[in-house]
């Protein structure tokens, strides 16, 4: 089947304009987690969404940055008025079940490239 | 001090070699801990788990967990150029280390 997609692949824009970032889970997974990765660095915890639960916002930089996810299905990632140090791979990542083990399966990520 | 740290690196080595990928953690209520492997522009895949302390074997991969010392271990025996790639460690499932670069050469 299908696995996790993201779009768009790559994302140029200029500093101070607001960006979208679009993930699409695997079907019936109910989680679903937002990372940052900067060149060379790990993985950094953004947002996590688990069903109608309340999400977990707590690794949000910022309040520039938002997410919202529609039942279980898609995502979108936002970031107003974008900075510099906001270039970097975000990635989209779902599971089956929340639970401390929980295998997620990464999209591709979307690289963002602020001028 | 961050949850989980991991070495960097990059680590280099030849073919054949026998890689050691660590990671230390500080939380003691972790009881999961995952590999996930990231080549070159694209997301992690899940590698192994193990589930508290003890060693797990998968093929040429064994990860181990010392969790009176808050450390864990992936090597990798017989590494071939094809595990040139990032490794992460990760707990608890949103916890991930920075990754080691790792590069095999032939």
């Known amino acids: 089947g299908a696995g996790v997609s993201q779009s768009p692949s790559n994302k140029v824009t200029e500093k101070g304009k607001d960006v979208e970032l679009r993930c699409d889970p695997i079907s019936g997974h109910t989680a679903l987690y937002w990372y940052r990765q900067r060149l060379g660095q790990g993985l950094e915890f953004l947002i996590y969404?688990?069903?109608?639960?309340?999400?977990?916002k707590s690794g949000l930089p910022s309040d520039r940055f938002s997410a919202e996810r529609t039942g279980e299905s898609v995502s979108t990632l936002t970031i107003q008025r974008t900075q510099q140090e906001d270039s970097a791979v975000y990635l989209c990542?779902?599971?089956?079940?929340?639970?401390?083990?929980?295998?997620?399966?990464f999209g591709p990520g979307t690289r963002l490239t602020v001028l | 001090q961050k949850e989980v740290e991991q070495d960097p690196g990059p680590l280099s080595v030849p073919e054949g070699a026998i890689v050691s990928l660590n990671c230390t953690y500080s939380n003691s209520a972790f009881q999961y801990f995952m590999w996930y492997r990231q080549y070159s522009r694209k997301g992690p895949e899940l590698l192994m788990y193990t589930y508290s302390s003890g060693n797990k074997e998968d093929g040429r991969f064994t990860a181990q967990v010392d969790k009176s010392s808050k450390y864990i271990s992936l090597f990798i025996r017989d590494s071939q150029p094809s595990d040139s790639a990032t490794y992460l460690c990760a707990m608890r499932g949103m916890r991930f280390g920075a990754g080691t670069r790792l590069t095999v050469k032939p």
């Open positions: 990542a779902s599971s089956q079940l929340p639970s401390s083990y929980n295998e997620q399966f």
């Open positions: 969404f688990q069903g109608n639960s309340a999400p977990d």
